[in-house]
C-alpha cells in the first residue's frame, strides 16, 4: 500500500477499536497540498478520533498515516508536530497565565530542546513573525493582555495564532467557530480561507452555514468510514447523507 | 550587557530592589544584630531556604509537588559529612579503635574497612562534584521513570514521599554503612580547616548566604528565559505544549534535576554549618516542612520563599520552646490557613495589598523624618527582621 504520492497526507486503512468499538474503522482518505478540507458527521462519527490519531493522540489499530511519504503512526506527538502538523482542539486551549505575546511566542517552531529554550533569545524575525500573525488573528491591541482575560472568540483565535506559529504545512481544526457570535463566524470563515493559501487545512465543523461559507470539499464520516465525499453541493443532494445527518 | 543581567538574573528594577533588600538583611543586618549562637541559627534556616527556591522552580512554576526534596537536601548533606567524616577520622585520632582509620560508628559495628563508596569521599574534589551530581543523577533516573510514562500529580508526590521514607530506612538500617539513626557526626576539620570555631562559623555563615543570592539570581535567570515560560505553559495546559512540538517530559526531567541540585547544596551548607547530618533531616517530615516554607512564602515567589523559610523557623524555635507539643498542629494549621486563603503566601500578600500602598511611601517619609533618630534606629533593630519579612516578600 505504502506507495509514493503527491498527497500531502494519505490516510490508508486505518482503523482504532475501543475495546472492540470501531471508532474509526478502515478508513481511506487523503488531503492535497493547499487543500481545505472540511470535515462533518453526526455525533459520534469519528471526527475527533480521527484528529486525534493524526496529531499522535491516539496510537491507531492499525492502518497507516502518511505525511510527505513518511509513516507518522510511530511517531509520538511532538515529533507529528515537528514534521508540520499542527492541531487545534475543540475548547480553546491557550496559555491563560501568559500574555497574547508570550502564548505566540512559547509557540514558536525554535528553542524546543530544553537548552534550547533556556538560552534562546528573541529575533527581530520573530518578532515580525508575532506582529504578523496578531494582524490575522486581530490581536495586535491585545499582544500584552493576559490571555485568560480575553473573549471566548479572541481565544479560539488565539489559539489558531499559535498554531500559525508552528509554521505547519497541515492545520487541523476541531470546530473552530464553537461558542462564537454570527460576526465572529464571519470572519473566522474569511481567516480560513486565507490561511490555506499556503497550508493545507482539515476543518471539523456542525456549523453547516459556516461550512458552506468555506468549503471546497466535504468529507461526511458516518461510524467510523467515509459516507460520501465531494464538492459541497454534491454531498448535500446525496440520499444517505440526507439521511443520517443532515435531514435533520 | 548590565541591562541584560538586570532583567535577567534579578528580575527587573522591581526585583533587584527585592533581592537588595534580601542581601542587605541576611549580609548585614543578620550578623549586626544578632550574637554568634542566633546568626548560626539562621544560617541553618538558610540551608532549608535553598530547598524552598528549588521548590518555587519545580513547583510553583512546572506545578509538579514534590515531598521528597529532603531526599537531595540529605543527599548533598551526606556527601559533604562523608567527607568531613574521613577527615575527622585519621589513623592517629582514632587509635583506640580496632580498625584505626576509618569512622568510629563502622568500627562499633565491626566493619574492619572502608566500604568502597565510602573511598571516594576522601576527595574533596569528587566530594564537590558529588553534592551537584549525585542527587542530579538520582534526580534524573527518578524523572526519567516518571515523566516519560507522564506519571504526575498526586502519583508523583506520594511516589517522592515513598522514596523518602526508603531512604531514610535504608540509612538508619544499614547502621554500620551510614552512622545509622544517629547520623554523621563529630564533624570538625574542613581540609584542615577547622569549622567548629567562631571565625569559621562566620565565614561559614557568609558563604552560605552568598551562595543562596547565586542560587536565586540563577533561578531568576531560568524562570526569564523561554523555559520558565514554558513551564508556567505546561503547568496550565500541558498537551497544548505538547502537540505545540514540545518534548513535555525532558522540560520536566530538567527543573526537578536543577531543584534537586539547588536542595542539595542547601544540605552541604547544613553539615558543614550545623556540624552534623542525620535521617532526620531528608525524611518525610523535613520535606514536607520545606514544601510548607516554599508555600507561606509564596511558591511563585523566589524571595518570599526564604522569608517563608526564615518565619517559620523562628516561629518554630520561639514557639516551640514555649509550647513543644503544640507546634506541630500550628504548622499544620497555618499551612492549611495559608493554602486557603492565600495561595500565593506572603508574597501574595504583598503584591495585592502593600504594593497598593506604594502611593503612601511619597507621604510617608514627611511623616515619619520628624522622629528622632535614636527612636528610629532602635525601631529599626527590633522590627527589621519582622518587618521585613511580611514587607519585602516582593516579584513574584
Given at each position: 500500500?505504502?506507495?509514493?504520492?503527491?498527497?500531502?497526507?494519505?490516510?490508508?486503512?486505518?482503523?482504532?477499536?475501543?475495546?472492540?468499538?470501531?471508532?474509526?474503522?478502515s478508513?481511506?482518505?487523503?488531503?492535497?497540498k493547499?487543500?481545505?478540507?472540511?470535515?462533518?458527521?453526526p455525533?459520534?462519527?469519528?471526527?475527533?478520533?480521527?484528529?486525534?490519531?493524526?496529531c499522535?493522540?491516539?496510537?491507531?489499530?492499525?492502518?497507516?498515516?502518511?505525511?510527505?511519504?513518511?509513516?507518522?503512526?510511530?511517531?509520538?506527538?511532538?515529533?507529528?508536530?515537528?514534521?508540520?502538523?499542527g492541531?487545534?482542539?475543540?475548547?480553546?486551549?491557550?496559555?491563560?497565565?501568559?500574555?497574547?505575546?508570550?502564548?505566540?511566542?512559547?509557540?514558536?517552531?525554535?528553542?524546543?530542546?530544553?537548552?534550547?529554550?533556556?538560552?534562546?533569545?528573541?529575533?527581530?524575525?520573530?518578532?515580525?513573525?508575532?506582529?504578523?500573525?496578531?494582524?490575522?488573528?486581530?490581536?495586535?491591541?491585545?499582544?500584552?493582555?493576559?490571555?485568560?482575560?480575553?473573549?471566548?472568540?479572541?481565544?479560539?483565535?488565539?489559539?489558531?495564532?499559535?498554531?500559525?506559529?508552528?509554521?505547519?504545512?497541515?492545520?487541523?481544526?476541531?470546530?473552530?467557530?464553537?461558542?462564537?457570535?454570527?460576526?465572529?463566524?464571519?470572519?473566522?470563515?474569511?481567516?480560513?480561507?486565507?490561511?490555506?493559501?499556503?497550508?493545507?487545512?482539515?476543518?471539523?465543523?456542525?456549523?453547516?452555514?459556516?461550512?458552506?461559507?468555506?468549503?471546497?470539499?466535504?468529507t461526511?464520516?458516518?461510524?467510523?468510514?467515509?459516507?460520501?465525499?465531494?464538492?459541497?453541493?454534491?454531498?448535500?443532494?446525496?440520499?444517505?447523507?440526507?439521511?443520517?445527518?443532515?435531514?435533520? | 550587557?548590565?541591562?541584560?543581567?538586570?532583567?535577567?538574573?534579578?528580575?527587573?528594577k522591581?526585583?533587584?530592589?527585592?533581592i537588595?533588600?534580601?542581601?542587605?538583611?541576611i549580609?548585614?543586618?543578620?550578623?549586626l544584630?544578632?550574637?554568634?549562637?542566633?546568626?548560626?541559627?539562621?544560617?541553618?534556616?538558610?540551608?532549608?531556604?535553598?530547598?524552598?527556591?528549588?521548590?518555587?522552580?519545580?513547583w510553583?512554576?512546572?506545578?509538579?509537588?514534590?515531598?521528597?526534596?529532603?531526599?537531595?537536601?540529605?543527599?548533598?548533606?551526606?556527601?559533604?559529612?562523608?567527607?568531613?567524616?574521613?577527615?575527622?577520622?585519621?589513623?592517629?585520632?582514632?587509635?583506640?579503635?580496632?580498625?584505626?582509620?576509618?569512622?568510629?560508628f563502622?568500627?562499633?559495628n565491626?566493619?574492619?574497612?572502608?566500604?568502597?563508596?565510602?573511598?571516594?569521599?576522601?576527595?574533596?574534589?569528587?566530594?564537590l562534584?558529588?553534592?551537584l551530581?549525585?542527587?542530579?543523577?538520582?534526580?534524573?533516573?527518578?524523572?526519567?521513570?516518571?515523566?516519560?510514562?507522564?506519571?504526575?500529580?498526586?502519583?508523583?508526590?506520594?511516589?517522592?514521599?515513598?522514596?523518602?521514607?526508603?531512604?531514610?530506612?535504608?540509612?538508619?538500617?544499614?547502621?554500620?554503612?551510614?552512622?545509622?539513626?544517629?547520623?554523621?557526626?563529630?564533624?570538625?576539620t574542613l581540609?584542615?580547616?577547622?569549622?567548629?570555631?567562631?571565625?569559621?562559623?562566620?565565614?561559614?555563615?557568609?558563604?552560605?548566604?552568598?551562595?543562596?543570592?547565586?542560587?536565586?539570581?540563577?533561578?531568576?535567570?531560568?524562570?526569564?528565559?523561554?523555559?520558565?515560560?514554558?513551564?508556567?505553559?505546561?503547568?496550565?495546559?500541558?498537551?497544548r505544549?505538547?502537540?505545540?512540538?514540545?518534548?513535555?517530559?525532558?522540560?520536566?526531567?530538567?527543573?526537578?534535576?536543577?531543584?534537586?541540585?539547588?536542595?542539595?547544596?542547601?544540605?552541604?551548607m547544613?553539615?558543614?554549618?550545623?556540624?552534623?547530618?542525620?535521617p532526620?533531616l531528608?525524611?518525610?517530615v523535613?520535606?514536607?516542612?520545606?514544601?510548607?516554607?516554599a508555600?507561606?512564602?509564596?511558591?511563585?515567589?523566589l524571595?518570599?520563599?526564604?522569608?517563608?523559610?526564615?518565619?517559620?523557623?523562628?516561629?518554630?524555635?520561639?514557639?516551640?520552646?514555649?509550647?513543644?507539643?503544640?507546634?506541630?498542629?500550628?504548622?499544620?494549621?497555618?499551612?492549611i490557613?495559608?493554602v486557603?486563603?492565600?495561595?500565593?503566601?506572603?508574597?501574595?500578600?504583598?503584591?495585592?495589598y502593600?504594593?497598593?500602598?506604594a502611593?503612601?511611601?511619597?507621604?510617608?517619609?514627611?511623616?515619619?523624618?520628624?522622629?528622632?533618630?535614636?527612636?528610629?534606629?532602635?525601631?529599626?533593630?527590633?522590627?527589621a527582621?519582622?518587618?521585613?519579612?511580611?514587607?519585602?516578600?516582593?516579584?513574584?
Amino acid at each position: 500500500m505504502s506507495t509514493n504520492t503527491d498527497f500531502l497526507l494519505a490516510i490508508e486503512d486505518l482503523t482504532v477499536s475501543f475495546d472492540g468499538f470501531k471508532a474509526v474503522d478502515s478508513l481511506t482518505m487523503y488531503i492535497d497540498k493547499n487543500e481545505l478540507r472540511v470535515i462533518i458527521g453526526p455525533n459520534g462519527a469519528g471526527k475527533t478520533t480521527l484528529l486525534d490519531l493524526i496529531c499522535g493522540k491516539t496510537k491507531a489499530s492499525s492502518g497507516s498515516i502518511q505525511f510527505k511519504n513518511q509513516e507518522i503512526t510511530k511517531l509520538v506527538e511532538h515529533q507529528i508536530t515537528r514534521v508540520g502538523i499542527g492541531r487545534k482542539f475543540q475548547t480553546p486551549s491557550i496559555y491563560e497565565n501568559l500574555t497574547v505575546y508570550q502564548n505566540l511566542e512559547v509557540s514558536y517552531s525554535e528553542g524546543r530542546s530544553v537548552f534550547g529554550s533556556l538560552f534562546f533569545k528573541s529575533t527581530p524575525k520573530l518578532e515580525a513573525m508575532i506582529e504578523e500573525v496578531a494582524s490575522d488573528i486581530q490581536l495586535t491591541e491585545f499582544l500584552e493582555t493576559q490571555a485568560g482575560v480575553l473573549s471566548h472568540g479572541q481565544k479560539q483565535w488565539l489559539e489558531i495564532g499559535m498554531l500559525l506559529m508552528q509554521e505547519p504545512e497541515l492545520l487541523m481544526l476541531d470546530e473552530p467557530v464553537a461558542g462564537m457570535s454570527a460576526k465572529e463566524r464571519d470572519e473566522t470563515a474569511e481567516l480560513l480561507n486565507r490561511l490555506c493559501k499556503n497550508r493545507s487545512v482539515i476543518v471539523i465543523e456542525h456549523d453547516m452555514e459556516f461550512v458552506k461559507k468555506i468549503a471546497r470539499k466535504v468529507t461526511v464520516l458516518h461510524q467510523g468510514k467515509i459516507l460520501a465525499e465531494g464538492a459541497m453541493e454534491k454531498v448535500q443532494a446525496d440520499e444517505k447523507v440526507i439521511e443520517v445527518y443532515l435531514g435533520h | 550587557m548590565m541591562n541584560f543581567f538586570i532583567e535577567r538574573f534579578l528580575g527587573g528594577k522591581q526585583g533587584a530592589v527585592a533581592i537588595a533588600l534580601l542581601a542587605l538583611l541576611i549580609l548585614v543586618i543578620f550578623p549586626l544584630a544578632l550574637d554568634l549562637f542566633r546568626l548560626n541559627l539562621v544560617g541553618k534556616y538558610l540551608t532549608f531556604a535553598f530547598a524552598a527556591v528549588g521548590l518555587v522552580l519545580l513547583w510553583g512554576y512546572g506545578g509538579i509537588l514534590s515531598l521528597g526534596q529532603g531526599v537531595f537536601f540529605g543527599l548533598g548533606g551526606y556527601a559533604m559529612a562523608m567527607f568531613l567524616k574521613l577527615e575527622a577520622s585519621d589513623p592517629q585520632s582514632t587509635a583506640i579503635q580496632t580498625t584505626p582509620g576509618i569512622p568510629d560508628f563502622m568500627d562499633w559495628n565491626r566493619l574492619y574497612e572502608l566500604p568502597w563508596f565510602w573511598v571516594p569521599f576522601e576527595s574533596f574534589a569528587f566530594t564537590l562534584l558529588a553534592i551537584l551530581v549525585l542527587p542530579a543523577l538520582f534526580a534524573y533516573i527518578i524523572g526519567v521513570a516518571m515523566f516519560k510514562r507522564r506519571v504526575g500529580g498526586v502519583y508523583f508526590a506520594i511516589i517522592t514521599q515513598v522514596i523518602a521514607v526508603i531512604l531514610t530506612v535504608l540509612i538508619v538500617g544499614q547502621q554500620g554503612f551510614t552512622g545509622g539513626i544517629n547520623g554523621i557526626t563529630d564533624l570538625r576539620t574542613l581540609n584542615g580547616w577547622d569549622i567548629r570555631t567562631d571565625s569559621a562559623k562566620y565565614i561559614l555563615y557568609f558563604i552560605n548566604a552568598l551562595l543562596l543570592l547565586a542560587v536565586i539570581m540563577i533561578s531568576r535567570f531560568v524562570l526569564t528565559s523561554k523555559l520558565g515560560r514554558l513551564l508556567l505553559a505546561m503547568k496550565d495546559k500541558e498537551d497544548r505544549v505538547r502537540f505545540s512540538g514540545y518534548d513535555v517530559s525532558n522540560f520536566k526531567i530538567f527543573i526537578f534535576c536543577l531543584s534537586a541540585v539547588i536542595s542539595a547544596i542547601g544540605g552541604a551548607m547544613f553539615t558543614l554549618q550545623v556540624g552534623f547530618m542525620s535521617p532526620s533531616l531528608l525524611g518525610v517530615v523535613p520535606s514536607i516542612e520545606m514544601v510548607i516554607f516554599a508555600a507561606v512564602g509564596g511558591r511563585m515567589s523566589l524571595i518570599g520563599v526564604v522569608y517563608g523559610t526564615l518565619l517559620i523557623n523562628f516561629g518554630k524555635t520561639g514557639f516551640s520552646e514555649t509550647f513543644p507539643e503544640l507546634w506541630l498542629f500550628f504548622m499544620g494549621g497555618l499551612f492549611i490557613a495559608v493554602v486557603m486563603f492565600f495561595p500565593n503566601g506572603l508574597a501574595g500578600i504583598y503584591n495585592k495589598y502593600v504594593s497598593k500602598l506604594a502611593f503612601l511611601q511619597r507621604y510617608l517619609p514627611a511623616i515619619k523624618l520628624p522622629k528622632s533618630k535614636a527612636d528610629t534606629q532602635s525601631n529599626a533593630s527590633s522590627s527589621a527582621s519582622t518587618s521585613d519579612n511580611a514587607a519585602e516578600g516582593a516579584k513574584s
